[in-house]
Each structure stands twice: as structure tokens, then as C-alpha cells.
């Protein structure tokens, strides 16, 4: 079998793919614009031939790697990135390279335009806050009429939360309208509650492998306000969002990947979608959650996506059993700039022994996950908001 890992260096956790599938014996292929030099040294030995590329922007570039590596090994099995950013890309060339083990042109608007999204959840009847497609002041102003503000705007095509806004009132909007960006956008009705994500491994019937929950904060916060990142995988999944993560899945056709699928949980009821504690689809994203958040899927249920995700590419099955200990993983983000009361060695003297990753993140994370992260394997809540406040007070 061969599967062609586009940017397999970013994250760099993310050898561990690459690692798990050389493993099942499958032979692993890099496509990246990372000089073969500079990539650590597990990750050379996870992969059987890496072809550097100048950019992978250039589609010409990627397209004649994937037709080497095809020449040279045969017919190409799969194609990923397991990255937001390459999803239209990885598509396309799974169209042009006849590669069925993923999505490919005709369907990727669904998973990518939060327009097309909403037209799924609602004609799957699956809650989701209502939405228009901006297009003239009048319109929005009737939309605002109608749902009332605070309003969220943001890219209808778009990763995280960049140039993502909340319009508090009339005149906010009237602001928006008049510097409009020149990318599509939509507008959408404000919903109170804490983010929540059902993320899975789905097997080829698009049933899930394993799942988990994870809590976030608004990302979109922590960007425009400079805020500092905390958020945390569970050991446990609230049963409504089994319910409805499952029923997405079905929904979209998802098939062998690994899934982010994120919901509100409200923590303030709205009429026409649901009660405290019920959850309101908020959008997909067909690839791992951001981060390291895989490795904190790993220390929250004891167990090892990557080699899940593996055995699923090579067995179409689970092979790891379901482990009995369980944890509350949690990752606390400081910034440059800011001012923490406590050092890093006195959160290392505290809370060293359940401290399972730190280090430095690389730039282009900083605004989202700050500078420097810690994160540990808790037991309580009470553990986890103790060590937040600790970190980052």
C-alpha cells in the first residue's frame, strides 16, 4: 500500500502517522516544502522517500511529485495532510489521480464553505444556529431584524477564527458594511455556550473507531482579544454529543479519517434549538483537531490514535481495546508579552510529574496557542482549573 503524507513535518508530532503506518507496512511517501535536512530524525526513518517541493502553493509541483512517487512505486493509495489548509488541494489531486480512499473535488465544498455545511445539518435535522449569506446592508440589516444581535460574522471559507467578528449592535454592523471584505463572508446568530468538538477515527461504513470530546474556549477571543489559550480533552463524552457527532458523520458521508467536529453546548437556552446542556452544531472540519491535541487524546483515554488511524487504513478496524484509566488532559498557553505570576520553574517544581509535554510552539501558532505550552494528565476538574490558574494567572 502506498500513502502519500502531504507536510508530514507539520505538526511535528504528526510523524507519528507516518511512524505507525510504517508499522502496519505500509510504505510512506512525504510530499513537503521542508528541506529533507531539517526534518527530525524519526520521521526520516518513518518514511520510505521524501520529495521536496519549493511550495506547496504550487499545485504543478505537487502534482509532478505525486506522478514521480506513482511512476516509481505504482498506483497511489491514499493521499492526506491531515491539515485544514490542504484539504482543497489534497482533493484535487485525489481527483486527478483517480484516488477513491478520501474526498475529492465534487464533495469538497461541504466540508469546506460554512454555507454548505449549514445546508447538511438542516437537512439532516441536526441543530444549528441560523445563518445568511452577506451580501447587501439591507440584507443583513433584515437578518438582524430577524435573529436579533449580538451577530457573529466570518469567512465563508476559512481556518480557526481569523477575521472572525461579533457585531454588538446596529451601528457595528453598519461599520462592517462599509469595509466589506472581498472574500465571500456569513453572518450567523449568536449562540451562548462553551465550544465543544466530537472528534473520531471513522472506518469505511463511517462508524467511529474512537471518539472523543474535547472542551475549547472561543477561539475567536483568543485572537482578537490576545487572550491566553486553555482547553482540555476529556475522559468521558456527554451522550448528546455521541449522538449527534455520529449522526454528522452519517450526514456528511465521512469516511476513513479522522474528524473535528464542533458544537456549542449552550449554557443559555434558545428557542428553536435547545436547552442548557444541549448542543448546537457549529461547523466540520475534516481533519485531526489542531495542535498537539491528538497526543492529549492519547494521555486522556490511555491509548494511541495514530495507531488507530493505522490500523483503520490498513484493517478497515480497531485492533487497540478500550482502556479502563482515564484522564483529563490540559493544555495551559502563555504569550510573549504578558506577565504571569508564577516562572517556569516553579510550574515545572509543581507540576512536574503530570506535566506530559512542554516546550516552545513554533511561530505561526503563536497567536492561537501562545509561545510556550504545558500540558498535563489530571485526574478532577478541580485539578485541571487549579492548574490552568497556576499557569496562566
Same mark, same amino acid.
Given at each position: 500500500?502506498?500513502?502519500?503524507?502531504?507536510? @508530514?513535518?507539520?505538526?511535528?508530532?504528526?510523524?507519528?502517522?507516518?511512524?505507525?503506518?510504517?508499522?502496519?507496512?505500509?510504505?510512506?511517501?512525504?510530499?513537503?516544502? %521542508?528541506?529533507?535536512?531539517?526534518?527530525?530524525?524519526?520521521?526520516?526513518?518513518?518514511?520510505?522517500?521524501?520529495?521536496?517541493?519549493?511550495?506547496?502553493?504550487?499545485?504543478?509541483?505537487?502534482?509532478?511529485?505525486?506522478?514521480?512517487?506513482?511512476?516509481?512505486?505504482? $498506483?497511489?493509495?491514499?493521499?492526506?495532510?491531515?491539515?485544514?489548509?490542504?484539504?482543497?488541494?489534497?482533493?484535487?489531486? $485525489?481527483?486527478?489521480?483517480?484516488?477513491?480512499?478520501?474526498?475529492?473535488?465534487?464533495?469538497?465544498?461541504?466540508?469546506?464553505?460554512?454555507?454548505?455545511?449549514?445546508?447538511?445539518?438542516?437537512?439532516?435535522?441536526?441543530?444549528?444556529?441560523?445563518?445568511?449569506?452577506?451580501?447587501?446592508?439591507?440584507?443583513?440589516?433584515?437578518?438582524?431584524?430577524?435573529?436579533?444581535?449580538?451577530?457573529?460574522?466570518? @469567512?465563508?471559507?476559512?481556518?480557526?477564527?481569523?477575521?472572525?467578528?461579533?457585531?454588538?449592535?446596529?451601528?457595528?454592523?453598519?461599520?462592517?458594511?462599509?469595509?466589506?471584505?472581498?472574500?465571500?463572508?456569513?453572518?450567523?446568530?449568536?449562540?451562548?455556550?462553551?465550544?465543544?468538538?466530537?472528534?473520531?477515527?471513522?472506518?469505511?461504513?463511517?462508524?467511529? +473507531?474512537?471518539?472523543?470530546?474535547? %472542551?475549547?474556549?472561543?477561539?475567536?477571543?483568543?485572537?482578537? $482579544?490576545? +487572550?491566553?489559550?486553555?482547553?482540555?480533552?476529556?475522559?468521558?463524552?456527554?451522550?448528546?454529543?455521541?449522538? +449527534?457527532?455520529?449522526?454528522?458523520?452519517?450526514?456528511?458521508?465521512?469516511?476513513?479519517?479522522?474528524?473535528?467536529?464542533?458544537?456549542?453546548?449552550?449554557?443559555?437556552?434558545?428557542?428553536?434549538?435547545?436547552?442548557?446542556?444541549?448542543?448546537? %452544531?457549529?461547523?466540520?472540519?475534516?481533519? @485531526?483537531?489542531?495542535?498537539?491535541?491528538?497526543?492529549?487524546?492519547?494521555?486522556?483515554?490511555?491509548?494511541?490514535?495514530?495507531?488507530?488511524?493505522?490500523?483503520?487504513?490498513? +484493517?478497515?478496524?480497531?485492533?487497540?481495546?478500550? %482502556?479502563?484509566?482515564?484522564?483529563?488532559?490540559?493544555?495551559?498557553?502563555?504569550?510573549?508579552?504578558?506577565?504571569?505570576?508564577?516562572?517556569?520553574?516553579?510550574?515545572?517544581? $509543581?507540576?512536574?510529574?503530570?506535566?506530559?509535554?512542554?516546550?516552545?510552539?513554533?511561530?505561526?501558532?503563536?497567536?492561537?496557542?501562545?509561545?510556550?505550552?504545558?500540558?498535563?494528565?489530571?485526574?478532577?476538574?478541580?485539578?485541571?482549573?487549579?492548574?490552568?490558574?497556576?499557569?496562566?494567572?
Amino acid at each position: 500500500m502506498n500513502y502519500i503524507f502531504i507536510s @508530514p513535518n507539520f505538526p511535528h508530532t504528526y510523524w507519528q502517522f507516518c511512524d505507525r503506518l510504517k508499522r502496519n507496512g505500509v510504505n510512506v511517501l512525504g510530499i513537503g516544502d %521542508a528541506p529533507y535536512d531539517m526534518l527530525e530524525e524519526n520521521l526520516k526513518s518513518s518514511l520510505t522517500e521524501y520529495y521536496r517541493v519549493d511550495s506547496l502553493e504550487n499545485y504543478d509541483a505537487v502534482y509532478r511529485a505525486v506522478a514521480f512517487f506513482t511512476f516509481k512505486y505504482g $498506483r497511489i493509495d491514499w493521499i492526506e495532510s491531515m491539515n485544514e489548509y490542504w484539504l482543497e488541494q489534497d482533493a484535487r489531486l $485525489r481527483t486527478d489521480f483517480n484516488i477513491t480512499t478520501g474526498i475529492r473535488e465534487d464533495r469538497i465544498g461541504f466540508i469546506k464553505e460554512k454555507a454548505l455545511m449549514k445546508k447538511i445539518y438542516e437537512e439532516n435535522g441536526i441543530p444549528t444556529a441560523r445563518q445568511h449569506i452577506v451580501s447587501t446592508p439591507e440584507a443583513g440589516r433584515a437578518f438582524a431584524e430577524k435573529v436579533g444581535f449580538p451577530l457573529i460574522v466570518k @469567512p465563508n471559507i476559512g481556518v480557526g477564527a481569523a477575521n472572525t467578528w461579533k457585531l454588538m449592535d446596529m451601528d457595528d454592523l453598519n461599520a462592517f458594511y462599509e469595509d466589506l471584505p472581498s472574500v465571500p463572508y456569513v453572518m450567523e446568530e449568536f449562540v451562548e455556550g462553551e465550544i465543544c468538538s466530537y472528534d473520531a477515527i471513522v472506518d469505511s461504513a463511517c462508524e467511529p +473507531l474512537f471518539e472523543n470530546m474535547t %472542551a475549547w474556549p472561543p477561539i475567536m477571543d483568543i485572537v482578537n $482579544r490576545d +487572550l491566553d489559550l486553555k482547553y482540555y480533552t476529556c475522559p468521558r463524552m456527554d451522550e448528546k454529543l455521541r449522538v +449527534l457527532g455520529r449522526k454528522a458523520v452519517k450526514a456528511f458521508g465521512v469516511d476513513r479519517r479522522f474528524v473535528h467536529l464542533e458544537f456549542f453546548r449552550l449554557t443559555k437556552a434558545k428557542p428553536g434549538l435547545g436547552e442548557v446542556g444541549d448542543f448546537v %452544531a457549529l461547523e466540520v472540519n475534516m481533519r @485531526p483537531a489542531g495542535g498537539y491535541t491528538p497526543d492529549m487524546m492519547d494521555f486522556a483515554h490511555s491509548t494511541d490514535v495514530y495507531q488507530i488511524y493505522a490500523d483503520m487504513v490498513v +484493517l478497515d478496524r480497531r485492533i487497540l481495546p478500550e %482502556a479502563k484509566e482515564r484522564f483529563y488532559c490540559v493544555y495551559a498557553g502563555r504569550k510573549e508579552g504578558h506577565h504571569y505570576r508564577h516562572t517556569h520553574a516553579e510550574i515545572m517544581e $509543581r507540576y512536574g510529574n503530570a506535566i506530559v509535554m512542554q516546550e516552545e510552539m513554533p511561530p505561526v501558532n503563536w497567536p492561537q496557542m501562545g509561545r510556550f505550552m504545558y500540558t498535563a494528565k489530571l485526574k478532577t476538574m478541580k485539578e485541571v482549573h487549579d492548574f490552568i490558574r497556576f499557569v496562566q494567572g
